[in-house]
Each structure stands twice: as structure tokens, then as C-alpha cells.
């Protein structure tokens, strides 16, 4: 009885249970918190997931020509494939809801590290200032892929308090302001980031720069309502033009000296060519190391390997490859006749690039000779032709390779930007100014060093894998070169250097094509692949994802959609 | 032996307390009487009360039955027994008074327990279920609750074949919705516990009840939302000394196995396909022969194999049965002893189980030993009892992925051998699905043990301060220590290759105590009956847990395989929980002339779950009844009336099951999570970009805090019947029931710009499920002998969600924007587009709607609504099949559930056949993916429906054309996949004999029973028409564990 009366006297204190192994925000305001909330912040880069990868190839590639879905089927992802062929594409496309929650993931993660650091004193926390430079860029890094893939979007930073959060709209800024405002970061990162970094994993006053003209670029195409470019700022593109100039004359970045060093995890530590990457580890105390899990998918399925085949380049894109007697693309006939296998390969000439990104039956894997490509690594032949893709893969006795059965990773850092990627901007900007002149040399430095990248590429007895014919451009030798052909090399540049690279998609929209040239290839790919014949894109509706149905719920109808959705 | 009836031993209990307040009260001029009571079945009947009436003078029998009484010669003796009429015998003179008791059909007076309290049958105004356990104790099966199936009106058990005998029980359709869960509470010996009781030791089971609704429930109102089963174990009995041994042993079947492709018919559907899609069949395995004739139709000659089906030639084509590989007859064994003693200073019994149950899938076995004392002893005249009860088990499981291995035995290819030329693994080659072996799966999971010891038990004294007032203190704990060494072994089976191997060696420990006091008042005075309980209870859980792993050993054996012996990976990890309960309780129930009943309860319940100024839920309930059959207008009009009741009760109940932590917000760091197959929610980042080592890790929001969360609640209303005829020959009950959960504790998706951490638990939504349950039963022995028991209950509810906030309504199935919210509908309702039969030609498709992918052979989905000119969702077809023509086409709801149990016994033979079904249930038949399309998932091996699939020349069948793409998305949610489940069992069919006397005795035994029995026997489903379910068993329509048919023999010896 006393007992009972004990219990009731003491019942609220009983009631207490502390929360278990959590820290709550008040214990986070300490400058090593703060550092630490940085760090996740960064960690959000490399929190992958096939379902949603960073690499971005379901959004870009796999919708853009260069790239099939892959996989067993079309039915395994279906999600991507949904993406893959347009029509039949909903707004409750639950991946792409994925994608854009894990975005704004990254957003959180870096307000929520800002909001610890704005309330540090820079006498409590030096760094203070640079921390808020990093966490700008990674938050605009993230806000930038919204932009592509969703055009509207809300805009959420670290001042954005309790319930507030609910009566921001997507259409509070207009199409131009969204951009400016992601430039705004940049800038603030630019103006304080440092020239270099002890941390290689940190961003820099460069990266920040090249970001920023990647910004300008993209706005620079001016976009109506319908998703049509109605025309191209050219203040925009001359400040492209400056801001890669800044970050060349930096000397920090260069090309390396073969194209296929990008693509090996060897060449990750001390890379001249990488701009901003995510950082990958292995070995690292975590259960399964911090690898590049949005390309687990995408290995072929010989036993060194086994799953699952996504990614798969197309026959377009393998036809792209093919250059003409002059060792040029053929911009118009490429696509005339298939290159499939054998013999294909030594009776055309090709773009060096080729061998570097696709596997082709009887060439030699990741660049050894004595682990040759065989068909039936290929999954769904019947459906998906017989190639598979290289550039995200790595060989199988890298000391970054690791097997997480039944998938397949490693701890290659993943590039978001690379110089000739930068490089590339600028010479886009150019020759949209007009100054095409200016922009050969650019894009001969790129082919160049293409060019210059067989010495990988060789069988044992020594002959080239494929046969390779390139040349720089030569104007008045081998082209004429005004503003049209200049603006069609620099795109058919752009597709052979960045293919499989989750780039394409976002030029085809930001060039204004992707209606015409998506629905062209439709036309042409689905007489090889039938599944593809009731793929069709829409133009004014599909340059853009849908805003996820579900998003438009939960904030009550106060995010509009899209056009055309 | 006799069939051991749970109430002939509760009343060793009553007839002792009945004993103790006659005392020693006998007068002077005797006649001594001796004699032996039986049943009706001629078996000895201890725990007989026999009273010299109009005295107090009386006694009880013993184990054998028999009685001796110092008795006025001139009196009459009344023989009574709970269960049984009593009877009453005029003494006369005679010293030897022999009684044959028969037992009362459906006893009103049985005792039941309803929490903290007991109550006669007669008495009940809530809606209680009791279980007979009689009709149970002798099915094979290691989980009480299991056998529950269609048992008990209104509750409704889903269960598979798993050895591990798990089962789900949802009473009255369950209350909650989202993650919160729908199990009921259980509440064992006064102690509560929301799982693992199939780690009770069946045998031990005393008596069972089921409270169904608020009134009865919300005596445990702070988690009684989903109803509450009462469970107490035996005790040993007063003059009663006895040894018990049961024994059974039961064979079980895989008899419910999938028709799939053979190899050869994997290659003609193959073959099919690419020449209904117009291209040239080609196959990495199968070589096709094939010519065109002259109407142009394409034909078949000879399909060829390779000698090898792999590149580096170590598989040879093979015809495999994947699911004969992957299945066995199997074996369930159970030995249970019991020791049991009583008298007048308290009783004990000790009780011990081993079972062993193999399950039909190879390597799947459950292995449980449990072992039980329970015993009192009383001091001071009786006045106060001390006692405990005390279970400890041990549960040993394999752990076989079952999940994956019924899924492989369907899609692996039958071409894949089970094992290469050299002795390795078979497994997939080139050109297939990236599936594992399954029989690879079973081997080299069949080393990893999960082991479970539990201690469950506890230590009560009960004290009667003065006569009828009575304080009990009660103190349990509920232990359960797991332990699990998994040990992955590297594998190359086909291209499916690991060199990984690996030791996870991981424990969790999970402690909660239970302390609850309670005062207790019965009065009898005059025509009044009161019984009031008032009681506190205190309840505090903890949980914790931890893991190591290595990878990199040499040697792959479990006597190696520890973590001491790994070299790589070296990793570990664990984390905590817990909360705590503390309620006030008073329940009283008053009975006027054994007419009038009412129930009153009230229970204030504080939980650390919720926020300051919400720890406290309030939960009243009352229940009224009247005894029309204790009327004298009734009982002299229509004396055929041998019960008549009706009931009302309404009551509110609680529920608390969430997050430990939901009103806190918080954050954690994630130094690393296994991103396999969830997404990396990691905090760690190679920042200074060394690729390996240790990695610097912050901290992510993980909740947004609630503090101002609260009780869930769930009113309930309850009006029933209950009916008896003819002495209780004909019985029966009828309940109503109306339940609204409100403030549902929902976890609800939210706007992503929130980021991550933003859930949050809130008081969100509104559920109603209304519903009855009917029973009826007939017993009567003729006078031939042949005794006859049926009972029959059937029940039904309806589901809906009533109330969700518009934001979150997209989060479950419908379309919201288009005016198809769940609202209204069960949340768990098939939401989707309705498949509409088969293009039988171009006419036809040319005259139907747009509908992207149409074409002959391919299925047709219906137009039934599109978007007006101002963008207005409106049923009307718009000439377009879009996302917009999804609508219901199902509800996973049974229409009712019902079960029927019939036992004639005659003589020493006894026959028990017990049908269990279910109605109108829609499943979704997950295997339909695979048994009827070779397009959504290639590489796999198919459902030989395929093999009766749409051709121009085979246009009566459901089954789509054969196609390589799916170019028409038959893959999405659609009425395809939806097919009837109802379902019919048999699923119990028993023949029991009970060995004559005379031959007992000449063994030495006091009773010995063998009978035989079969389960799941036979199985009636829907089998024509459209909706017809084309899997083998609708109880199992995914990859769950299969339902064997088994059958089994048993012994029962008293000694």
C-alpha cells in the first residue's frame, strides 16, 4: 500500500525516458558540432543510391538517346523506364519523388549545418566564414539539379524556420530569379572560399567560379512558359566566357593526358582534370565502405561481375562514335548504318572516345587486354542489344572494386564537373556570341587530347582496339567553320566527350532540341529495339520533370505543376 | 485418459475457498458416505464439490473421483461441478452414493476472467470470446494463438506454414492504421506482453479469453485499441497428485506447389513470344528448328540444348523442379510432461515441453524447449496465498531467407542445374535472370541459428484483509535474451560469384517488469452481488542491442566461424530503447438478483511516449445486461428458455504504440549504414580525400519532436444477445459493434523541402470499423451414447478510413487530386486501373481508346473517366486510358470469416472436424508477374499458364499473347493481379479413443487417449470464372511460407 502510494507520488519522474544515443540542437552549438554538421553535409554528396544516383544517368542519359534503361527487363525499374520512353510517365512516378526528396536532403543538410554555424561567433569558430562558403555551394549544388529537372522549385534556406517552410511556393521566384538565386551561392562562394583547399574533398574559390559559369550558362538560354529557349542573354554568355577564363588562368586544372585517366580510380588522387567530385572511400569503418552506390546497377554480368546491366548505351550513341574519311563525326549519316560488332569495328573509323565508354563484344574490358567484352555479358539481348557502359565501371582487381552481392561498386570518386566540361561552356558561350573563332581552339584542345588517347586502347599483339580516325577541326581544310557548323561540333563534342556521363539530357533542354531530337530517335532506335516504339516526347511538357504529385499534395496545391503535366 | 477440461481444475481453486469458509461446522448424529463420481464418459471425476445441503458441511473428490462425507442420514447430498448439472441425492440411509455427472452444455456458470477480476459466463456483459481450449490442446501446432483460427467469432488469425509458427491476430478488424500496430495485447497470467507467444508452451494453457470490445477491454485501456487475449496457465490442484504425458508426432506435406515451365516448355514460350513479336526466336541456351508452312504460320520442329549452358562449360543442361529441390516431407514432434500436486497448503506444477517441428522447407526447423513451475502456497488460515508463475524457454530457428527461396523456386530457370559437373553450385547462366540458386540459399544459410531464451513469470501474494476484501501485489518480468551468429559463406553459383565470408554476431535484450497492486471487494448480500477492483500499474521496458562482424576467414565452418577468427572489416554497432507505463485502475460490477448487470470501469493511464501535458489518457467504459431468463414472466411462459441476455456496452480504449522518442526532436550520427538495399543515410565523408581509414562524421535530424502528442482513442460500442434453448442444448450469441479510432497516431509522409528528419508523429487520423459476430451451438448426448458438439461462428467487419488531413491523403492509395480519396475506404484497399478482358483483333483495337501500347493479344484497360474542359475530374470516358482510369478494385477485407466445429463422440470414440473459411477477400496474387507474362521479368522461368496464353487460334483464354516487351504496361496495379481469396478448409479432422477402464488399469495408468488427425485436408477456392484465384493456396497468394497438409498421431497417458 505504501509502496502504491510511492508509485503515484513519483509517476511523472517514472514517466521520463530520455531519448537513447541523440544529440538534440542545443548540444550541436559547438564549433567541433559545427564542423561536424559540415561533414554531413558533405556526406549527403556520397549518399547514393541506385534508386536515386548522383551520377544522374537516369535523368540524363537514359533520356536522351545516349542510353536504354538496361536490367532485366523493362519491367525491372520500371520507374526508369517510364522515364526512358515519356509517354507513359505520371506525376506519381514514385523515383522521381525520390529524387526529389533526397535533393532537398541535401539542402536540409546543409541549412541545418548553417544554422549552427551562423550562430558561432568567428572568435568560437575561425573558420566560420569558409564553412559558410562550402555549405552555400553544396546547397546551390543541389538546388542547380533541381533546376534542370524540375524548372520550378521552392527555395528553402537556413532562415526558414518552424511551419514556414509550408507557404513557400515554387512560384515564388520566376524561372530567371531561380537561377540568379543559385548564382547568388555561388558567388558568396566564390568571394570566400580559398584558392586551394589541404582538404581535398572541400570545395574551392575555383569550383565555385566553374559552377557559377555552369549557372550562367544554363540561364543564359532564356526559356518562355512552354519550355521553348526564346532567346540567349548574351551578358549571360560573356559572363561564362570571364568566369571559366578565371578558373583557367588559376593553372590549377588541366586536361589529362589520356581521356580514359577521368574514368580510373587510380588517377582520382591528385587529378588535374577534376573540378568538384564526390568523394568515394572504402576500407573506411563503414559497413560496406562509402561507395558509389548510384552505379551498383550498372556492371555487366560475367562472373567477375554479375549485375545488374543497367545503362546501357545505344546503338545511336555507338553509331555517333563514327567519323568519316576526314576523321570527323558524320554529323548527318552516322546513323545511316549500324556498327554492332566484329568486323563493324575495323571497316569504319571511329572517335578514340568510343573504346573509352561503351563495351563492345571482343574488345578488351576497362583497358585489358586479357579480359575481352564477351555478348553474353549482356542481360536482355533481346531487348537491349549487347553493349554495356564503361566509364562508371572499374576493373574488377582495382583495390577500389568491391562486390556488395548481389551488387557491384567502388570507391571511384564520381566527378560532377571536369574541365573539359568547363572548358567546353566556354567555348559553347563563344560561339553563341558569335566569336566562334575563339572557340576551335577549345574544342581542337579537347579532340586533341582524345585523340591522343588510344595508347590504352590495344589489343595484346599491340593493334588499336577499333579503327580510330580523328582529327582536329581545320577550317577551310577539313570544314568551314562559321557559326552553324561551329555550334554543331561543339554539341556533337559535347555528346562523344560526356557521354554516360548524366550530362546530355540537360543540353538537349537547355539547347532547346530535346523535343525533335528525342522524338527523332525514337523513330529510328525503335525499328532495333521494339520496346522503344511507343516512346514519344512531348514537347512543352517533357523538357522538365513533373513536380512529384505527392509534393503538390502535401503542400495543399500551393506548388503548381509543370507545363503540359 | 478423460479429455482434461480446463474448468473441471479452476475449480479446485473455488471449492477450496468454498471449503474454507465451511469449516468445522458438522453436528453430532452421522451417517458416513463414500462413493465415486464419473463423467459421462464413466472416468473418474476429482475436483467434485459435495455438499450436504442446507448445511455447510461438504467436501471434494480426488483424483480418482471418489468422496467420503460425515452426513446427517436423513439429508440430501448435492454433487456440483462448474461445466456439469448438478445433481442432487437423497441420502436415505445409504453409505455408498454413486453419481454420474453430465456435463451442462454451454456452462453458464463457467468462471472467466476478464482482468484483474473473474466473472461467471452468466454474468459477462461485454463482448468476451472464450476459447475452448479442449477443442485446441491437441492440435499440432507450437503457438496457441495459431489454433485460434476461426475459433473465435471476431477474430480473425493469418498464418502460414512457418515452423517458427508465427501468426497474425487482428480482433474486430484491428483499430489503427500506418506503421501503428493492429496486434492485440496479451496478457499472460497478469502479465502483459504484445508478442512471442509462441514461446508459451500450448500444453499449459488453462483458459482463454478474448475481450473484445471497450467495455470488456478497457480494464487495460492504455493498449487495449486492438483488443486484448487473456491467457492463464495451469495449476495444480487441490488433493490432485498426478503425472501427464502427451506426445504427437506429425508428417507434413508440401502439397500447394506451383506449376511452373520445365525446360523444354521454357524454350517453346520462348520461342512463342518472339514469333508473336515478328522477330527470329534466339535463346543464348536453346537452339530453335523451326520452318514457316504454307499459311504462313510459323512452326516449331525441335528445340535444341547445348552441352554446356555456361561459357566455362561446368553446367550441363538440366530439367530441375526447383520447388521439389527446395521441399520435403517434414516432421513436427512434441513431448510434454506434466507434474502437478496439490493440498490444503498449496500446489505446484511443473511442466516440460520439446518440440521439434522441421518445416517442408529443407533445413527450416524450429527447435523449442520450455519448461514451466507454477505453484502457491497459503498462509494463515489461507488468508494469504503466495505464489509464482514462472515460464522459461529456449527457441532455437534456422534462419532460411523463406521469402527468397519461394520466390526463386519460381523464377530460377529448370535448364540451371542444382550443382555444376564439379561439384559446385549450379546457378544462372548467361542470359538469365541474376537469381540465386535457392537450394544454394538453403545450404548456406542453414549454419545460422537464431537463439532465443525467455524468461516470463511472476511472483504474486494475495491477502484477505477481512472477509471478501482481498489486496494483491504482483510483480513479473517479461526477459527475452536473442542471440544470432549468421555466417555468410562465399559462393560461386553460375555467374553469381562472392569471395566474401562473413560472421555477424549480434544479441539484443529485451527486459520489461510489471508491478501492479490491486484491492478487491466482492459482497453478497441479499439479491445484491458486488465486485469492485481498484489497482495501480507500473510497467517499464528496456531494449538493447548490439552486433560485431568480420569478414576474411580461412576456413568456412561454423566451429571456426567466430569473430576472434576473422581478419577484415572489423565492425560493430548497437543502440537502445525503452519506456514506461504507470495506470490507476477501478472496475465494479454489480449483479441485482442475478438479473441485472452492470460494469463499470475507469483506467488513467500515463505513458513516457507522450509529451508533458499529454502522459495521461482517461479511459471509462460501462456495460449494462439483463437476464431476461431470469424473469418470471419468461421462465414460466416459455421455459424453453434456458438463457436469455442482452448487452450494452460502451467504452473508450487506448493506444500508444509509437516511437519511444516521437515527441523529441533529435539528432544522430550515422557513421555508416549497409546501403545495399536502403537508401545511405550516412554521415561520414572522406573529406580529406585518403580513401580509406577513419572518416570524419557529423550529425543528421533524424525527428521533428511532437510534444504535444497524445493518446490515440478508440470508442467502442457493443449491443449483444446472448440465447440458450432447451437447457442449453441450442445456444448462441449475437454481437454489434460499432469503433471509431480517432487522433490515430500516424508517422505521415510530409513535404519534402522539409528535408530530411521531418517526420513527425501526429494525432492524425480517424478509422471506423463496424461489424458482428454471430455463434451457435448444439450439444446433446442421445440416449443411444452418442454425444454431438457443434459450434459455428461466423463474423464480418467493415474498414474504413473516416478522417486523414488533405496533405497526407496522397500517401495512400487513390488519387487525391482527382477526387478518389481513401476516404471511405479501407486503407489497405486495391487502388488501380481495370483490366477488361483481351484485343481480339485490329477492329477492335482500332475502335478503342487511346490507350498507349494497344495491340491484338494485349489486354484492354478501361475508360471510365477523364478531365473536363476546366481540368474537373469527371466519371465520364474521355477516349484516353490514362492515369486517370485507376479506381478501386478490391478490398483486401473479407466479406466474413467463419469456422465450424462439429464432435461426435460415442463410447470411447470420439471424431472432431473443423472447418475454417474466409469470403470475399481480394488479394493481390504477387505470382501472377511471373506464372502469366514473359515479358515483365525476362531471364526468369514462368507459371505454365503460359503455355495456355492468347493466340489468334486460342482467343478464349485470359492469359495476355506471349510477347518478349512490355510494350502495353501490363505490369502496373491492375485488376489482373486482383482475384477472389475466399477460401474453405478443412482444417482439422480428428478420431480420438480413449482406452477403456479395464484395461487402464491393468497399465498401471489412470487415463490413456490415442487418436489420430489431418490438417488443411482439403481446399475449396474459387476456380472459374474471371476472378477465379490462379495460385495454388489463396491463404498464401505471395511468397509467404507455404500451408502444408499434415497428419499427425498422438498419445495422452495420465498416470
Request: with cysteine; aromatic share 12%; proline share 4%.
Amino acid at each position: 500500500m505504501i509502496a502504491t502510494g510511492f508509485l503515484v507520488s513519483c509517476s511523472d519522474s517514472f514517466l521520463e525516458m530520455a531519448p537513447k544515443s541523440t544529440i538534440s540542437s542545443d548540444q550541436l552549438l559547438t564549433p567541433e558540432n559545427a564542423e561536424g554538421m559540415a561533414i554531413a553535409a558533405y556526406s549527403e554528396l556520397g549518399n547514393d543510391h541506385y534508386t536515386a544516383p548522383n551520377s544522374l544517368w537516369p535523368y540524363a542519359d537514359n533520356t536522351s538517346g545516349d542510353a536504354y534503361k538496361g536490367g532485366g527487363g523493362t519491367g525491372d525499374i520500371w520507374e526508369f523506364n517510364f522515364m526512358e520512353l515519356f509517354a507513359f510517365n505520371t506525376t506519381d512516378n514514385p523515383l522521381i519523388d525520390q529524387k526529389w526528396y533526397r535533393l532537398y536532403v541535401g539542402i536540409g543538410r546543409a541549412n541545418e549545418a548553417l544554422k549552427v554555424i551562423n550562430e558561432l561567433t568567428a572568435n568560437e569558430f575561425p573558420n566560420k566564414t569558409e564553412r559558410q562558403a562550402e555549405m552555400r555551394f553544396l546547397r546551390a549544388h543541389h538546388y542547380f539539379i533541381l533546376k534542370t529537372m524540375f524548372k520550378y522549385i521552392p527555395w528553402i534556406d537556413e532562415t526558414v524556420s518552424g511551419e514556414a517552410f509550408k507557404e513557400i511556393s515554387n512560384k515564388e521566384f520566376t524561372d530567371q530569379e531561380l537561377w540568379d538565386k543559385i548564382a547568388d551561392e555561388f558567388q558568396f562562394a566564390a568571394e570566400n572560399l580559398p584558392e586551394m583547399q589541404a582538404e581535398k574533398g572541400r570545395v574551392n574559390k575555383y569550383a565555385a567560379i566553374a559552377y557559377l559559369a555552369k549557372t550562367r550558362l544554363y540561364q543564359a538560354y532564356e526559356q518562355n512558359e512552354q519550355n521553348a529557349v526564346t532567346s540567349i542573354n548574351s551578358s549571360k554568355l560573356e559572363q561564362v566566357v570571364s568566369l571559366v577564363n578565371q578558373v583557367i588562368a588559376s593553372g590549377k586544372y588541366s586536361l589529362f593526358p589520356d581521356f580514359g585517366y577521368n574514368f580510373l580510380q587510380p588517377h582520382d588522387d591528385g587529378s588535374t582534370e577534376s573540378v568538384f567530385a564526390v568523394q568515394r572511400s572504402i576500407d573506411d569503418g563503414t559497413p560496406k565502405g562509402r561507395l558509389d552506390w548510384g552505379n551498383m546497377l550498372n556492371y555487366p554480368m560475367n562472373p567477375e561481375y554479375g549485375c545488374c546491366w543497367f545503362h546501357i548505351p545505344t546503338q545511336n550513341l555507338v553509331n555517333s562514335f563514327k567519323t568519316d574519311e576526314n576523321g570527323l563525326p558524320q554529323f548527318n549519316t552516322f546513323n545511316n548504318s549500324d556498327v554492332k560488332e566484329g568486323a563493324d569495328f575495323q571497316n569504319n573509323t571511329f572517335d578514340v572516345r568510343l573504346d573509352h565508354t561503351v563495351a563492345i563484344p571482343g574488345h578488351p574490358w576497362k583497358y585489358d587486354p586479357n579480359f575481352i567484352y564477351q555478348k553474353d555479358w549482356a542481360r536482355a539481348i533481346q531487348i537491349y542489344g549487347h553493349f554495356s557502359s564503361l566509364k562508371e565501371s572499374q576493373h574488377y582487381e582495382c583495390a577500389c572494386f568491391q562486390k556488395v552481392p548481389p551488387f557491384i561498386a567502388s570507391s571511384k570518386n564520381t566527378d560532377i564537373i571536369r574541365y573539359a566540361d568547363v572548358l567546353l561552356w566556354k567555348a559553347e558561350a563563344l560561339i553563341e556570341l558569335g566569336r566562334q573563332n575563339e572557340a576551335l581552339p577549345i574544342i581542337n584542345e579537347v579532340r586533341q587530347r582524345a585523340a591522343n588517347s588510344s595508347g590504352m586502347l590495344k589489343f595484346n599483339d599491340g593493334n588499336p582496339v577499333s579503327n580510330y580516325k580523328m582529327e582536329i577541326y581545320k577550317p577551310g581544310e577539313n570544314c568551314t567553320w562559321d557559326q552553324d557548323f561551329a555550334r554543331q561540333a561543339l554539341r556533337w563534342e559535347r555528346r562523344l566527350e560526356l557521354a554516360m556521363e548524366g550530362i546530355r539530357f540537360f543540353d538537349l533542354v537547355r539547347w532547346g532540341i530535346a523535343s525533335d531530337y528525342i522524338n527523332n530517335y525514337f523513330a529510328k532506335e525503335s525499328t532495333k529495339r521494339e520496346y522503344l516504339k511507343d516512346g514519344k516526347f512531348t514537347k512543352g511538357k517533357h523538357e522538365f520533370f513533373p513536380i512529384p504529385q505527392n509534393q503538390v499534395d502535401f503542400s495543399k496545391g500551393l506548388y503548381k505543376q509543370n507545363n503540359g503535366w | 485418459m478423460k479429455k482434461t477440461n480446463h474448468l473441471k481444475k479452476f475449480t479446485g481453486l473455488i471449492t477450496l475457498i468454498l471449503l474454507f469458509l465451511v469449516s468445522m461446522n458438522a453436528s453430532a448424529q452421522q451417517i458416513s458416505v463414500s462413493g465415486n463420481i464419473k463423467d459421462s464418459k464413466g472416468e473418474g471425476l476429482p475436483g467434485v464439490t459435495v455438499i450436504e445441503k442446507g448445511t455447510v458441511n461438504g467436501t471434494v473428490t480426488n483424483i480418482d473421483g471418489n468422496y467420503s462425507l460425515s452426513v446427517d442420514g436423513k439429508s440430501t447430498l448435492v454433487f456440483s461441478f462448474i461445466g456439469m448439472t448438478t445433481k442432487e441425492v437423497l441420502v436415505n440411509g445409504q453409505s455408498s452414493i454413486n453419481v454420474v455427472m453430465t456435463e451442462e452444455n454451454i456452462g453458464l456458470e463457467q468462471i472467466v476472467v476478464t482482468g484483474y477480476q473473474t466473472q461467471k459466463k452468466a454474468d459477462l456483459t461485454g463482448a468476451v470470446g472464450v476459447v475452448e481450449v479442449d477443442q485446441i490442446k491437441e492440435l499440432p501446432t507450437g503457438n496457441a494463438v495459431k489454433a485460434l483460427q476461426g475459433r473465435v467469432a471476431g477474430v480473425y488469425v493469418t498464418t502460414d506454414g512457418n515452423p517458427g509458427d508465427y501468426a497474425t491476430v487482428r480482433i474486430r478488424g484491428g483499430s489503427t492504421m500506418g506503421s501503428g500496430s493492429n496486434n492485440p495485447l496479451y496478457i499472460i497470467d497478469g502479465m502483459p506482453t504484445t508478442g512471442g507467444i509462441e514461446q508459451l508452451n500450448p500444453n499449459d494453457i488453462e483458459t482463454m479469453q478474448v475481450l473484445k470490445d471497450a467495455s470488456a477491454a478497457s480494464i487495460y485501456g492504455s493498449r487495449a485499441n486492438n483488443g486484448v487475449i487473456l491467457i492463464t496457465t495451469r495449476k495444480g490442484k487441490e488433493g490432485v497428485s498426478k503425472i501427464e504425458f502427451n506426445a504427437y508426432a506429425t508428417i507434413q506435406n508440401y502439397s500447394t506447389k506451383l506449376d511452373v515451365l520445365n525446360t523444354y516448355e521454357r524454350g517453346l514460350v520462348n520461342w512463342q513470344a518472339s514469333i508473336n513479336d515478328g522477330l527470329t526466336p534466339t535463346s543464348s541456351i536453346y537452339k530453335y528448328d523451326w520452318h514457316t508452312d504454307s499459311n504462313g504460320n510459323a512452326v516449331l520442329d525441335r528445340i535444341l540444348l547445348p552441352e554446356y549452358i555456361d561459357p566455362s562449360h561446368t553446367m550441363h543442361p538440366a530439367d530441375t523442379k526447383w520447388f521439389d529441390e527446395v521441399s520435403q516431407q517434414s516432421l513436427i514432434q512434441s513431448y510434454n510432461l506434466t507434474f502437478s500436486n496439490g493440498n490444503d497448503k498449496g500446489s505446484s506444477l511443473i511442466s516440460l515441453n520439446y518440440y521439434n517441428h522441421d518445416g517442408i522447407i529443407k533445413e527450416t526447423n524450429s527447435n523449442k524447449i520450455t519448461a514451466r513451475i507454477n505453484s502457491d502456497y497459503k498462509f494463515l488460515d489461507g488468508k494469504l496465498k503466495v505464489g509464482e508463475n514462472l515460464l522459461i524457454s529456449k527457441v532455437d530457428n534456422t534462419d532460411i531467407p523463406i521469402g527468397d527461396v519461394m520466390y526463386l523456386a519460381l523464377v530460377q530457370q529448370p535448364v540451371v542445374p542444382v550443382y555444376s559437373i564439379d561439384g559446385g553450385w549450379g546457378g544462372p547462366a548467361p542470359g538469365m535472370t541474376d537469381r540465386h540458386n535457392p537450394v544454394r540459399l538453403i545450404e548456406q544459410n542453414k549454419q545460422n541459428h537464431s537463439k532465443t531464451a525467455r524468461v516470463f513469470g511472476n511472483m504474486f501474494a494475495d491477502l484477505e484483509i477481512i472477509k471478501g476484501l482481498n489486496f494483491r501485489t504482483n510483480y513479473g518480468i517479461d526477459y527475452t535474451e536473442n542471440y544470432y551468429r549468421k555466417m555468410d559463406y562465399s559462393y560461386a553459383s553460375g555467374f553469381l560469384i562472392s569471395d566474401i565470408n562473413r560472421t555477424t554476431t549480434s544479441q539484443w535484450h529485451n527486459l520489461s517488469w510489471t508491478w501492479t497492486n490491486t484491492l478487491n471487494y466482492k459482497m453478497e448480500t441479499g439479491l445484491h452481488n458486488i465486485d469492485v477492483v481498484a489497482g495501480t500499474e507500473a510497467i517499464k521496458a528496456e531494449y538493447e542491442t548490439f552486433y560485431g562482424s568480420r569478414e576474411g576467414y580461412v576456413i568456412e565452418d561454423p566451429d571456426y566461424m567466430f569473430l576472434d577468427a576473422g581478419t577484415e572489416k572489423i565492425l560493430n554497432g548497437g543502440g537502445g530503447a525503452g519506456n514506461s507505463l504507470f495506470s490507476l485502475f477501478a472496475k465494479a460490477n454489480y449483479v441485482y438478483n442475478q438479473k441485472y448487470l452492470a460494469s463499470l470501469t475507469v483506467r488513467r493511464d500515463g505513458s513516457s511516449r507522450f509529451g508533458k501535458d499529454n502522459l495521461y489518457g482517461t479511459f471509462p467504459a460501462f456495460s449494462l445486461g439483463w437476464r431476461l431468463s431470469e424473469e418470471g414472466f419468461l421462465k414460466e411462459s416459455l421455459p424453453a428458455i434456458s438463457n436469455l441476455k442482452i448487452r450494452a456496452g460502451w467504452g473508450i480504449t487506448g493506444n500508444q504504440e509509437i516511437s519511444n522518442d516521437a515527441i523529441y526532436s533529435i539528432y544522430r550520427t550515422d557513421y555508416g549504414v549497409d546501403p545495399t538495399w536502403v537508401f545511405d543515410t550516412g554521415t561520414a565523408y572522406d573529406i580529406t580525400g585518403s580513401d580509406s581509414g577513419s572518416l570524419p562524421s557529423g550529425y543528421r535530424k533524424i525527428r521533428e519532436g511532437n510534444s504535444i502528442l497524445k493518446w490515440e482513442e478508440a470508442k467502442q460500442t457493443n449491443l449483444g444477445i446472448d440465447f440458450g434453448f432447451l437447457d442449453q442444448t441450442f445456444y448462441g450469441s449475437f454481437d454489434y459493434f460499432m469503433k471509431e479510432t480517432s487522433d490515430i497516431l500516424i508517422e505521415p509522409p510530409y513535404l519534402a523541402v522539409k528535408g530530411e528528419g521531418g517526420n513527425q508523429w501526429v494525432n492524425g487520423a480517424t478509422l471506423e470499423n463496424k461489424g458482428w459476430e454471430f455463434v451457435l451451438g448444439y450439444n446433446k448426448t442421445l440416449n443411444n451414447g452418442l454425444g454431438i458438439d457443434l459450434t459455428a461462428n461466423i463474423s464480418s467487419y467493415k474498414r474504413k478510413v473516416t478522417y486523414l488531413p488533405d496533405e497526407v491523403l496522397t500517401g495512400y492509395p487513390g488519387d487525391p487530386a482527382n477526387g478518389k480519396s481513401v476516404l471511405g475506404q479501407s486503407d489497405i484497399v486495391h487502388f488501380g486501373y481495370i483490366a477488361d478482358g483481351i484485343f481480339q483483333n485490329q477492329a477492335e483495337v482500332d475502335n478503342y481508346p487511346q490507350q498507349t501500347g494497344k495491340d491484338i493479344g494485349r489486354i484492354k484497360y478501361k475508360d471510365i473517366g477523364g478531365l473536363d474542359e476546366n481540368g474537373k475530374y469527371i466519371n465520364k470516358p474521355d477516349g484516353v486510358v490514362n492515369d486517370l482510369d485507376r479506381t478501386w478494385i478490391g478490398d483486401p477485407n473479407p466479406d466474413f470469416i467463419y469456422g465450424l466445429n462439429a464432435v461426435f463422440s460415442y463410447k470411447n470414440f470420439d471424431l472432431n472436424l473443423f472447418f475454417q473459411g474466409i469470403q470475399g477477400v481480394d488479394v493481390y496474387n504477387e505470382h501472377k508477374h511471373l506464372t502469366d507474362f514473359t515479358s515483365i521479368w525476362q531471364g526468369t522461368n514462368f507459371g505454365t499458364r503460359t503455355l495456355d496464353a492468347w493466340t489468334p487460334t486460342n482467343t478464349g483464354s485470359t492469359v495476355p499473347m506471349l510477347t518478349l516487351t512490355d510494350t502495353n504496361n501490363e505490369n502496373r496495379y491492375s485488376s489482373y493481379f486482383i482475384e477472389n481469396g475466399s477460401y474453405l478448409k478443412l482444417r482439422n479432422l480428428q478420431i480420438g479413443y480413449n482406452v477403456p477402464d479395464k484395461l487402464i488399469k491393468s497399465l498401471k495408468l489412470s487415463s490413456a487417449r490415442i487418436y489420430v488427425q489431418g490438417q488443411n485436408v482439403l481446399t475449396f477456392k474459387d476456380s472459374k470464372g474471371n476472378n477465379q484465384f490462379t495460385g495454388v493456396d489463396p491463404e498464401s497468394p505471395g511468397f509467404a511460407y507455404p500451408n502444408p497438409t499434415s497428419y499427425s498421431i498422438g498419445v495422452n497417458l495420465t498416470f
